[in-house]
């Protein structure tokens, strides 16, 4: 018995310092996680810094013509904030961000677009201007506010509109669903907005938020963070890296 006693004694003590061992290297792997996750947030926030003061001058050359459309994809529950997306749109207007959408699922930016416009010096919105302002160098910036309204629930009301247009032709032997009947229907419910080349998201997850998926062909998407924490310096950076790559679109 006391052999039989000292063997299940060993066994349990082996057991315990294996489970000690295992927690203490897991406690060290999440420290070194951790520490990875700190450095690289105070290099990300020294880099801004450096940037936002001006310091690299590479920088201050921004191509921003080929940013034709910017769409800015913003948390809802952050959406409330209009002090920082005002900021964040002063910041784009002296850039030379011209045309713009500004997102969020809820629609909370849509409610308050008429405060936003009129606390910008140079601000319109994109539905009051006519084909022929569009089609012209812009002078001013011009804003377009959209929400998850403008997504799930546009593809419905095109849907419902093709197919009572299908139904009243009554023509099934050519192909009618093609991408420019769909474009169509897309612009008549009026969810047929421009294609951002660039699309920027402040939220603390890595997705659109819903934004209309068929304005996203060929956009590059790039994730800031919240938005609190914006920084010029990282928008900077952001638009300068979109400016240098060159877009295949697909060759």
């Given amino acids: 018995m006391d052999r039989k006693q000292k063997v299940r004694g060993f066994s349990c003590s082996i057991h315990q310092i294996g489970n000690l061992g295992l927690r203490l290297l897991w406690s060290m792997v999440h420290l070194l996680i951790s520490i990875g996750y700190f450095v690289a947030a105070a290099a990300k926030a020294v880099e801004s810094r450096i940037i936002s003061s001006g310091l690299l001058t590479r920088y201050k050359e921004l191509n921003i013509s080929k940013l034709k459309y910017l769409a800015v994809v913003i948390e809802s529950d952050d959406a409330v904030q209009t002090s920082k997306i005002v900021q964040l749109l002063r910041w784009l207007e002296a850039m030379g961000v011209k045309r713009m959408c500004l997102y969020d699922a809820q629609g909370v930016l849509k409610k308050s677009k008429d405060s936003i416009v009129k606390m910008l010096d140079n601000a319109v919105l994109l539905e009051e201007l006519g084909e022929k302002d569009l089609m012209e160098k812009p002078k001013c910036m011009a804003l377009e506010f959209a929400s998850v309204s403008d997504g799930k629930e546009g593809v419905v009301k095109a849907a419902n509109l093709l197919f009572a247009e299908y139904k009243e ?49 060929y956009t590059e998407i790039v994730h800031m963070g919240s938005l609190k924490s914006m920084s010029l310096g990282s928008l900077t950076k952001a638009i300068y890296k979109f400016t240098r790559v060159r877009q295949n679109y697909g060759k």
């Fill in 169 to 217: 032709l009554g023509n099934r032997d050519e192909q009618f669903f093609t991408e420019a009947k769909i474009g169509e229907a897309l612009r008549a419910v009026g969810c047929k907005g421009p294609e951002p080349d660039l699309l920027l998201v402040y939220a603390p997850v890595r997705c659109h938020l819903g934004f209309p998926a068929w304005r996203t062909r």
